[in-house]
């Protein structure tokens, strides 16, 4: 399995890799605090060490991949810390935001997937965005399974976590 990662990361290393939001949300509240990870409850489930993989694998990539709206809902979840982390974690999300490649999807065409009711706007933007173009990294399994299935390869960072990858 680790084979076919690296392989995957190796071809898309200059296409490009799409970070879904908790990823996202990771990357913004270590950045802030590493030891607030395992305290803020949706990033609860990682350690620090598991922001420490995230920056690695992001290191190795020419173009990291968001849209407005992942880049929304992070901003969204980030006003759920308390002071003054808050506030410190949307200054480096402002400060940051410029290493990311920004694609729009419009949503009428993400709400045109068959499975919108299902996924919603983001994860079918995820989909438009990323087909034919880049690899996605996202912790969410049901979403993951589903982009495989469209033929857009897709990388799930709890099994990146479980296998101890670098």
């Known amino acids: 399995m680790i ?6 990361f190796e071809r898309y290393r200059q296409k490009g890799i799409l970070v879904d ?3 996202l949300l990771l990357y913004f509240v270590g950045r802030t605090n590493r030891e ?7 990033t609860e489930k990682f350690v ?6 995230l920056v690695g694998i992001l290191g190795s990539f020419k173009k990291i991949v968001t849209t407005p709206n992942i880049l929304t809902e992070v901003n969204s979840l980030v006003n759920q810390i308390g002071e003054p982390e808050r506030s410190n974690c949307l200054r480096i999300l402002a400060q940051d935001i410029s290493i990311f490649s920004e694609n729009y999807c419009e949503s009428q065409v993400a709400a045109s997937d068959r499975k919108f009711a299902q996924f919603g706007l983001t994860d079918c933007g995820i989909l438009v965005t990323a087909k034919d173009k880049y690899l996605v990294l996202t912790d969410d399994l ?5 982009l495989q299935k469209q033929q857009i390869d ?3 960072f709890n099994n990146l976590r479980v296998y101890g990858w670098e």
Do not use: G, M, S
Request: proline share 3%.
């Open 36 to 42: 607030r990870i395992k305290k803020f409850n949706r």
């Open 21 to 23: 939001t908790n990823i």
């Open 3 to 8: 084979d076919y990662w690296r392989e995957l």
């Open 142 to 146: 049901k979403l993951a399974n589903y």
């Open 154 to 156: 897709t990388v799930n």
């Open 48 to 53: 620090p060490e598991d922001y420490d993989l």
